[in-house]
């Protein structure tokens, strides 16, 4: 069987868009719709040197490092999506009381329902890429997501344009995944 010449040929000759995306958060459902910037985190493997008496060589390594995922969101004017991730990093570092700690667990939203479980602090999180027609094209999908960093919201009367805050929050997570329309790995 011989190779045809255009099989290597590119397809789909539209680009990506960096505005087509939508992020859904299982336990920070406010702070997803508002969501205005994300990404998909950086990919590190690392290398290592083998020693050579020529010159050292280049090996692949064999640990990943996976960046950290970070979102940026509007807030709205009563605070509440700003607090669903306040409260989820105040539950985790319970600054007051360890009932912080088990207020978070128990109240938790979305797919961990298991009351007084340590499952209850990470949420999965979903990246949906759109393509150029604005339709769902792929998605990347994160496992036990928490969030560790939480921009200030900084006043300022001074001011004479009005900027609608936006905070960003940032993210730990055990994996991602890039998945294609029918949940299979890109």
Known sequence: MTKNLFDDQVQNRNFLSPTG??????????????????????IDLGTTVQPNYLRDIPV????MEFEDFTLRFLVDENLENYMEIQNWLRGLGFPENLQEILDLQKNT???????????????????????????????VIFKDMFP?????????ATS????????????????????DKRGNNL
């Open 109 to 139: 939203k979305g797919v961990f329902n298991k009351q007084n479980s340590m499952e209850n602090i990470y949420s999965d999180g979903t990246l949906e890429v759109l393509n150029s027609n604005k339709n769902f094209n792929f998605k």
């Open 21 to 42: 995306f939508k992020f859904v958060l299982n336990k920070a459902p406010k702070v997803a719709f508002f969501a205005n910037t994300g990404n998909i985190p950086r």
């Open 60 to 63: 692949p390594g064999d640990k």
């Open 148 to 156: 560790y960093l939480l921009s200030s919201l900084d006043f300022d």
């Open 160 to 179: 004479e344009d009005i900027e609608y805050f936006t905070a960003e929050v940032s993210f730990k997570y055990s994996m991602y995944n890039i998945v």
